[in-house]
Structure formats: structure tokens, C-alpha cells
């Protein structure tokens, strides 16, 4: 594989690789799937576009995911995304069972935090990054990434307490 020409299998194995994980960090940014899908498609495109070369597979999946938040950034940014709104306002959202009541309610706690909450959790609890990793990967301080996740986890203990006491 030369350095300008990616072939068709190496592209497949990078869609497959980290495509879910692009989906969800989307989703996490904008809580609608299509946005999420076309974010997530955007990023594989610039990955075609500018053929970055990595250092290690760590490095790789650092770009993805750098690329996935500044292009949610810009879309929640753009003017259409803050003048249009879903019809549907579960569209995207995953359907639980109803023995899976409990899953329902964190979703949709970490789905109610702001954005740069809901960030950090994803990252350090579903991506398993360390708040180091956060960090650069943010391009925020150590301190920043600490008090972010412990504000997160603070809400969400509140709003879970709440939806657990009401049951």
C-alpha cells in the first residue's frame, strides 16, 4: 500500500474497526442518529481525504475520535442544527426491553448531562481512557478533565437517584 492510495481492504478494516465507536461518540455529541451517521461517514472521509500517518494504532484511534468531536462541534455550531428540530424526538435513541428499565435510565440520564459531560463519561467509562488520555486527546488540562467527569457523575447521581426513588 503506497502512501496515496489506501486500498479497498485496509479502508474496510478501519470502517469496521472504528465505525461504532464514531457512532456513539456522535450520538453522545448530538443524541440523533442520522446526524450521528453522517458525522461519523464525514470522518471517514476526511481520513480519505488527508491520509494522516500514524505513529502507533493508539495515535489512530486518538485522530478518529479528535476528528468525530471537532466535526459535532461543528455541526451543533451550524446554523441549521440550531434552527431545525427532530419531529420525532426518540429518533435514534436505542429501544430497551422492558426488564432493561434500569439501562433506560442511565441512558437517559448521561443523555440529559451538557455536551462536555457527556463527553468525559463516554470517554472514560465506555472508551476506557484515562483522564491523561482525556486530556490530550481534548486538548484540555488534567484538572479540567477531573472536574468535568466528577460534575458529571455528580448530576447523574442526582438524576438517577431521582429516577430510581419515583419507581
Not at 5 to 10: A, F, I
Not at 75 to 103: M, V
Not at 133 to 144: D, H
Request: proline share 2%.
Amino acid at each position: 500500500m503506497g502512501d496515496s492510495l489506501r486500498t479497498n481492504d485496509h479502508i474496510q478494516q478501519i470502517v469496521d474497526q472504528y465505525a461504532d465507536m464514531l457512532l456513539r461518540i456522535a450520538f453522545t455529541h448530538l443524541a440523533n442518529r442520522h446526524d450521528a451517521e453522517d458525522v461519523a461517514q464525514s470522518v471517514f472521509l476526511k481520513y480519505l481525504e488527508k491520509q494522516p500517518a500514524f505513529a502507533s494504532a493508539e495515535h489512530e484511534k486518538a485522530w478518529f475520535i479528535r476528528v468525530a468531536i471537532n466535526l459535532c462541534k461543528n455541526h451543533r455550531h451550524s446554523t441549521w442544527f440550531r434552527k431545525t428540530t427532530c419531529l420525532d424526538e426518540n429518533i435514534g435513541y436505542p429501544e430497551f426491553d422492558q426488564d432493561e428499565a434500569d439501562e433506560q435510565a442511565i441512558f437517559n440520564a448521561v443523555l440529559s448531562l451538557p455536551v462536555k459531560y457527556r463527553k468525559m463519561i463516554y470517554l472514560f467509562y465506555y472508551e476506557d481512557y484515562s483522564i491523561l488520555q482525556i486530556a490530550e486527546i481534548c486538548g484540555m488540562k488534567e484538572s479540567t478533565v477531573r472536574s468535568r467527569l466528577f460534575r458529571a457523575r455528580q448530576q447523574l447521581k442526582a438524576s438517577l437517584k431521582e429516577a430510581f426513588i419515583d419507581e
